[in-house]
């Protein structure tokens, strides 16, 4: 069975650093794309970027590019979404979802269940 | 990139039908055949429900198809039920090799 499991809850205080992880089980890590996606409180999906594990390829887009990075770690079939400064308005859920084999096209067939990331001083 | 544009609310009666489009341009659902729909449940990860434009994942009801017509995806809910009352989100593959989700639309039950 495939399944995306996230990281717990996080309170952080503005300017903090923060790193959240998806561990991905029941398939081959390296051969899907996983993609992450903010949620603010009481809106819509927005989408941040997505990865290649198996060659750490990763795209972003424009609204988020320098505003985060994303990363995996193969080894431990680990992807990671980091704030070097965060700001209360980072306050959302963030989902990761693994996206099509290969390629970074087609559905997100798969989502893990979301980590809470409150930023407030 | 502009996110996809949706109405913000659609309503049916159980038994019903309802469309949502999806409008995008030239650069995502007009260019490719890359359009997904998620449905999501208040409090809930979002699940999909169409991919590439018209193909359901095992285990979703027939009565959701997927379309499209030039720059604009349609997602069609048949014989509605209390069940499918929900956020329904379409997403495209872009031409920079990226992603775009629409707005979001609220489907309601009556």
């Known amino acids: 069975e495939v399944q995306l499991v996230q990281s717990g809850a996080e309170v952080k205080k503005p300017g903090e650093s923060l790193k959240i992880s998806c561990k991905g089980s029941g398939y081959s890590f390296t051969s899907y794309w996983i993609g992450w996606v903010r949620q603010m409180p009481g809106k819509g999906l927005e989408w941040m970027g997505i990865i290649y594990p198996g060659d750490s390829d990763t795209r972003y887009s424009p609204s988020f590019q320098g505003q985060v990075t994303i990363s995996a770690d193969k080894s431990i079939s680990t992807a990671y979404l980091q704030w070097s400064s965060l700001k209360a308005s980072d306050t959302a859920m963030y989902y990761c979802a693994r996206y099509g084999k290969l390629l970074p096209i087609g559905g997100a067939s798969n989502w893990g269940q979301g980590t809470l990331v409150t930023v407030s001083s | 990139q502009s996110a996809l544009t949706q109405p913000a609310s659609v309503s049916g009666s159980p038994g019903q039908s309802i469309t949502i489009s999806c409008t995008g341009t030239?650069?995502?659902?007009?260019?490719?055949?890359?359009v997904s729909w998620y449905q999501q449940h208040p409090g809930k990860a979002p699940k999909l429900m169409i991919y590439?434009?018209?193909n359901r994942p095992s285990g979703v009801s027939n009565r959701f198809s997927g379309s499209k017509s030039g720059n604009t995806a349609s997602l069609t809910i048949s014989g509605l039920q209390a069940e499918d009352e929900a956020d329904y989100y379409c997403?495209?593959?872009?031409?920079?090799?990226?992603?775009?989700f629409g707005g979001g639309t609220k489907l309601t039950v009556l």
């Open positions: 590439e434009v018209s």
């Open positions: 030239s650069s995502d659902v007009g260019g490719y055949n890359y």
């Open positions: 997403s495209s593959y872009t031409s920079s090799s990226t992603h775009v």
